[in-house]
Antibody
Framework: QVQLVQSGAEVKKPGASVKVSCKASGYTFTGYYMHWVRQAPGQGLEWMGRINPNSGGTNYAQKFQGRVTMTRDTSISTAYMELSRLRSDDTAVYYC??????????????????WGQGTLVTVSS | EIVMTQSPATLSVSPGERATLSCRASQSVSSNLAWYQQKPGQAPRLLIYGASTRATGIPARFSGSGSGTEFTLTISSLQSEDFAVYYCQQYNNWPPSWTFGQGTKVEIK
């Protein structure tokens, strides 16, 4: 069965960086894009970006350009999200999520079918 | 950037009743619209993709409709396990980007 298992909670000081991992199992890691989504306490979901595990190519949300780096290690089926220059408002649960693309009638639709359990990142001095 | 607006923010419904949640896009997203359910302390769960197709294992009481800018998620007869927050999400082809609505909380009346 498909599983995405994320690394544990982190506490960081403002200005530091954090790197969260997401280990995939139960499917071909290089066959599906991986997204990162975050959720601040009591708030909604915010898309951060995605990585193509096959090529390593990335697309980032404009808000995070220059601060986020997504990478992968295909030998261990793991995706990583690193966020730098942390601020207090980066305190959130960070999720990885697998892309599901469904094509029908010449159109393709993207959604996120499997999610990791989430990693709480707390930024505090 | 495409903005997704959900209404209402909170919906109070009695078990067994019908719930209708709305999602509006600031510009057309065709049928590139998904719905997710999130319970406290859990990751979101995919309910609907392509605006109207139920994901694997999702009960038939969940249905999605709409295209372009107006979308609806209907829960035909609310069960106790359906009380949660629901998010819509759009996908834009270029540049690739995904945007969520702010969520609708379905609570017990």
């Amino acid at each position: 069965q498909v599983q995405l298992v994320q690394s544990g909670a982190e506490v960081k000081k403002p200005g530091a960086s954090v790197k969260v991992s997401c280990k995939a199992s139960g499917y071909t890691f290089t066959g599906y894009y991986m997204h990162w989504v975050r959720q601040a306490p009591g708030q909604g979901l915010e898309w951060m970006g995605r990585i193509n595990p096959n090529s390593g190519g990335t697309n980032y949300a404009q808000k995070f350009q220059g601060r986020v780096t997504m990478t992968r290690d295909t030998s261990i089926s793991t995706a990583y999200m690193e966020l730098s220059r942390l601020r207090s408002d980066d305190t959130a649960v960070y999720y990885c999520a697998r892309d599901w693309e469904y094509c029908s009638g010449g159109s393709c639709y993207s959604s996120f079918d499997y999610w990791g359990q989430g990693t709480l990142v707390t930024v505090s001095s | 950037e495409i903005v997704m607006t959900q209404s209402p923010a909170t919906l109070s419904v009695s078990p067994g009743e019908r719930a209708t949640l709305s999602c509006r896009a600031s510009q057309s997203v065709s049928s590139n619209l998904a719905w997710y359910q999130q319970k406290p302390g859990q990751a979101p769960r995919l309910l609907i993709y392509g605006a109207s197709t139920r994901a694997t294992g999702i009960p038939a009481r969940f249905s999605g409709s709409g295209s372009g800018t107006e979308f609806t998620l209907t829960i035909s007869s609310l069960q106790s396990e359906d009380f949660a927050v629901y998010y819509c999400q759009q996908y834009n082809n270029w540049p690739p980007s995904w945007t969520f609505g702010q969520g609708t909380k379905v609570e017990i009346k």
